[in-house]
């Protein structure tokens, strides 16, 4: 990417609380359209709480959330999906009896409920013609995603590496402007975690969507993010490229004892 766009989302000084427990105190980041943005930090940081403040399903009590330069902070989940804001899960959030087609299939049902205008083309045209073209769609992902081969597969029987690609499937059936991904890495092999990076970086080149994520694994974090903001107790403490994020001291405290610098090197030699 060589130049972050006009921010797609605003995060303004936003404070969470849960009774006596500030999950976010003042935190503040914007992402460029067509940024990969990570969310990284230590657990109970409140990253994911960031990303519900995000997506909806949190409130903040105080600050600003904008996509686009609308404010969306009162805005409920289904009108941020609406607009373009789409999301994956860190614990899957599936249909386990229904096939990998039909779970795609749901996420563009989803879409269409929200949409007045495809709304009405469905009494004008046909279902079938709407029908054709969500299969179509759900192809195309499935295609990208070289799920092709468990298409019919039943999707609980599947192994949890292939479940998350299925759940990054369904998000992107949304066709969404910003995909939120929580630990879109977690639970996965090796090879599954290099093959996930592939897809995040192809979504973001081949089909626009900027990414903003939160995961664990730094290497896969610093090898992808064009940008990344650093959690430490609720608080950013950092924010900028990998390299600058890295060289940070206040990043190297936060992580004490979780040998954050062992991990990138290792990563960086091979
Ligand atoms: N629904 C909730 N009710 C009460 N406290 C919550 C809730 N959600 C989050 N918290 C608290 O807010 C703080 C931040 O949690 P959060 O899950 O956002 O951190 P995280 O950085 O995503 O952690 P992890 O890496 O372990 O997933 C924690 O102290 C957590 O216990």
Not at 164 to 185: G, H, I, S
């Amino acid at each position: 990417m060589a130049d972050a766009g006009a921010p797609i989302l605003e995060v303004a000084d936003v404070t969470l609380q849960f009774g006596g427990v500030s999950a976010l105190s003042d935190v503040s980041l914007s992402v460029g359209e067509g940024e990969i943005f990570s969310i990284i930090g230590p657990n109970g940081a409140g990253k994911t709480s960031l990303l519900n403040c995000v997506s909806g399903r949190y409130r903040p009590q105080q600050g600003a959330i904008r996509f686009r330069g609308e404010d969306l902070t009162r805005a409920k989940p289904n009108a941020r999906c609406a607009r373009g804001i789409g999301r994956t899960f860190q614990n899957l959030a599936l249909y386990n009896r229904m096939s990998v087609l039909g779970n795609i299939l749901v996420g563009r049902h989803n879409q269409l409920r929200n949409n007045f205008i495809t709304g009405s083309l469905y009494w004008l045209t046909g279902a079938d013609r709407e029908e054709i073209e969500h299969r179509r769609a759900a192809e195309t992902i499935i295609d990208f995603l070289e799920i092709a081969h468990i298409r019919k597969a039943t999707t609980g029987t599947l192994s949890y590496g292939l479940r998350k690609r299925v759940e990054l499937a369904r998000a992107m059936a949304l066709e969404p402007a910003l995909l939120l991904l929580d630990e879109p890495m977690a639970g996965m092999n090796q090879e599954e975690k290099e093959d996930m990076a592939r897809f995040i970086i192809d979504l973001n080149e081949e089909w626009g969507v900027t990414i903003a994520m939160i995961e664990h694994d730094i290497g896969a974090v610093m090898d992808i993010s064009h940008r990344v903001a650093v959690l430490d107790f609720g608080q950013r403490i950092a924010l900028g490229t990998p390299e600058e994020v890295m060289a940070d001291p206040r990043v190297k405290q936060a992580y004490l004892g979780e040998d954050i610098e062992a991990e990138h090197d290792h990563r960086a030699a091979s």
